[in-house]
């Protein structure tokens, strides 16, 4: 039979283990807000360029340009 060391886990160890655990947490929801926020900037770029290539040109067709 193999023996078992058992390590005492003090409640420090558990305080620093909890403080770890939530700044990972904190900076997993701030790396994810980022991207989303990335995200929906460059779905805007990408929708109002679009809208650009799409629209005509304002002065498209105003005038002719002869030459004689």
């Given at each position: 039979m193999v023996p078992i060391i058992i390590r005492e886990v003090?409640?420090?160890d558990i305080a620093?283990?909890?403080v770890s655990m939530h700044q990972a947490s904190l900076g997993q929801s701030v790396s994810l807000a980022l991207t989303k926020m990335s995200m929906?900037?460059?779905q805007q770029n990408a929708t109002k360029m679009l809208e650009m290539l799409q629209a005509p040109h304002p002065t498209l067709g105003n005038s002719i340009d002869l030459k004689g």
């Open positions: 003090s409640f420090l620093a283990l909890s929906d900037n460059t």
